[in-house]
Each structure stands twice: as structure tokens, then as C-alpha cells.
């Protein structure tokens, strides 16, 4: 299993900061990536997830500046790069990586926040574009720390829709508001029950090390393929299911409506897409529940059972997430599925702790049969949510 890359991820954001401006920032904040451990592409249909906190994070080192335009620096993009208030002030102005921390200045002009103009330096032990959510992790550190420096007391509820206000707006990213959300509200040795719709959370008990488990988080490095179209697609799909359905979303399609709903549905396509989601709702639903009650290593099947549904009515799996899911659970785990959007991305599994390095041998092992790219493997155990560090 490999870690994360050298040095405290805190101090690379510090020492970043120093080498590029001459002097020490104010503060430094965290915003952490996420594995949802299971409600996969429920969250824009108004549905369920549960999405629990990395320990992997990203750390924004920050200071205020009397200058007139923002400077940031970050380590992954091995970059600097400055705008200005105009440029904060229309989406695609900025582009790239910089358009997270650009869209975060937008966000908060947009809720009538004033911000003043800072410096930034970044640092991320997240993996970039793995389906960890690196771009909420970037963009709930920066909101963290812009919030704090200005002195605006948002509350931590508002938070994630302008953190996904400034991916859907100002990046151009529809995603969903889990990720923002995970980032921003979760708490150790918990999972983040979220309803989608109403924005309700519930802290629901996760704790690993007390039951000697663990989650084994494989990132397969299988390339992406059409991941923006695919995504686009899906959402439509399930748009104009719930409108031939005469529902505002997906979300109010009960499991026992489930078969009458699939009747009324003309293309296959459509149908199964429309039962992954109902089904996965009621997954989330039942894994919440075995967690409220303290038996963790009973969700297992419910994880299997979500993977098996994205693989075949979502049809969002690509042969190195199947291989790892089969190879995990012939080697023991209590449950594996797919974490993310999909079409690459990681494979979260469920095992004894003392089994998580067999696990990770046994994926290694199938991947190199395959001839596919060496996967890379850690265990997750849920972390804080996004916060000041110092
Ligand atoms: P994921 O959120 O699953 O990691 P995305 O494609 O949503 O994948 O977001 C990845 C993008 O977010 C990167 O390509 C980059 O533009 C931006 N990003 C995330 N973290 C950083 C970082 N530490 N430094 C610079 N850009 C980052
Ligand atoms: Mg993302």
C-alpha cells in the first residue's frame, strides 16, 4: 500500500507560502476528500448518500493582501497564478485549476459577501481527479479560509452550496452537492447521512477502529473516459424519467412504486437507469440503519449490491473497478462497490482490519493478470470536515 507523498501536507502549504510572497501566512485551513460509502448519483435526484471524510486533505495557507489582485500558488499544479476582481467577478475568466479558487471569490460576490483581495498558497496529499473529490476539498479549504479572513460568520449549513455554487458556476461542473457537503460537514469516526433534497445531515456512527475494520480505498488509475458527456447523460436520463413519471425527481419514486414506475417507462435504457436510483436510495436507508445500530460489517452486502447496480442498470463501471470489486470480495472483504461518479475512479472494500494488505495484494495480483496499470491502495478511516488549523 503506498501513503501519502512526502512531508506533512500543513507544512508543504506553509513553506509554499513563505517561498512565494517573502512572509508567513495568517492562518492555515483543511478541507478533507471524500469516499461516499454508498448513494451513488442519488444526489441530483434529490435522493440520499453518505459520504464519509478522508484523512487525505487539502490545506490552503492565506493572508490578506493590500494589493488588487489574488495570488495562488499550488503545489499540484506546481503553479502561480494571479487575477483580479473583474476576473473574479464573470465565470470563465479564469481557467483551469485556478477557476475553483476564482469561482469560491465569485460564490461569496454572488451571496452579497464582500471578500478581501489575499494570497494563497496550496498544498493536497487528495489525489487529483481520482474521484476523491480533490476539487471539493480545494474548494471548501478556500472558502474556509476567505470566510475566516474576511471575519464572515456563514453558517456552516450555507457553506456547501457555495462551495457547489462555485463549481457548478464558475467551473462549469454540474456536480451534485455531496461532495461540497462531505468536505465541509463531516466529523470523525462518523458518515454523513445527507438528504439531498432538504439538506438534512445526521451524524451517523462509523467507527471503524472500534470494530477492528477497515476501508480499503483502491484507486484503480483506470483512465477516464467521456466522464463529463457520460455524467450529462445519466443526469438527463434520470431528468426525464421523473417528468414521464409526473415526480419532481427520482427521489419520490418509492422501492414499492419501483415496478409499477418501470411499466409506465417505454426504453430499457431508462428503466434501468430509474431502478439504480431507487434501489441505491433504499440502500443508503438500510446501511444507515445497520450503522445506527453498531453493525458495521453487516452493510457489506448493501455495498456489493450498490456496485452491481451501477455496473448494470447505471452501466457507470469500466473493467478495472469490476476486477477490483471481484477480486476484494474473493479475498475476503465483507462488501466492495465502486466510489464516485464513475468510468474509473476508486473502489472502496470492507475488511477486517488485519485483512486490508491481503486485500490490496489480491487486487494488485488480478490487476497484473489483466495487464492492467498497478492500482494504488490506502485505508480511510473517517476524518474532520473542513476547519482552521492554526
Ligand atoms: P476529483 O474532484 O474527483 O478529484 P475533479 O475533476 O472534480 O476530480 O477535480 C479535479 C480538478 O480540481 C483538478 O484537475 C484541478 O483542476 C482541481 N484541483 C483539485 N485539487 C487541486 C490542487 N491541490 N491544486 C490545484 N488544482 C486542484
Ligand atoms: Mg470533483
Known sequence: MTGAPDGPVTERASTGFTRAYG???????AAPGRVNLIGEHTDYNDGFVLPFALPRRTVVA????????????SEQAGEQVSFGRAQAAEPGRVGGWAAYVAGVVWALYEAGHDVPVARLAIASDV??????????????AVLTALLDL????????????????????????????????????CRPDHALFLDCRTL??????????????A???VDS?????????????RRTACESAAAALGVPALRDVGTDQLDAALGRLDDPVVRRRVRHVVTENQRVRETVELLRAGRLAEIGPLLTASHRSMRDDFEITVPEVDTAVEAAMSAGAYGARMTGGGFGGCVLALVDRAAA???ASAVAKAYAERGFRAPTSFTATPGAGARRLS
Not at 62 to 73: D, I
Not at 158 to 182: H, T
Open 23 to 29: 512572509s508567513r501566512p495568517d492562518g492555515l485551513w
Open 62 to 73: 492565506a493572508a490578506p493582501h493590500s494589493g488588487r489582485r489574488w495570488t495562488v500558488w
Open 127 to 140: 489525489p487529483l481527479g481520482a474521484g476523491l473529490s480533490s476539487s471539493a476539498a480545494l474548494e471548501a
Open 150 to 185: 474576511a471575519e464572515l460568520d456563514v453558517p456552516v449549513a450555507d457553506r456547501p452550496g457555495l462551495a457547489q455554487r462555485a463549481e457548478n458556476g464558475y467551473v462549469g461542473m454540474p456536480c451534485g452537492i455531496m461532495d461540497q457537503s462531505a468536505s465541509i460537514r
Open 200 to 213: 438534512e445531515v445526521e451524524q451517523v456512527p462509523f467507527d471503524l477502529g472500534a470494530c477492528g475494520l
Open 215 to 217: 476501508v480499503l480505498v
Open 221 to 233: 488509475h483506470a483512465p477516464h473516459r467521456h466522464v463529463g458527456g457520460e455524467y450529462a447523460a
Open 357 to 359: 494488505e491481503p486485500v
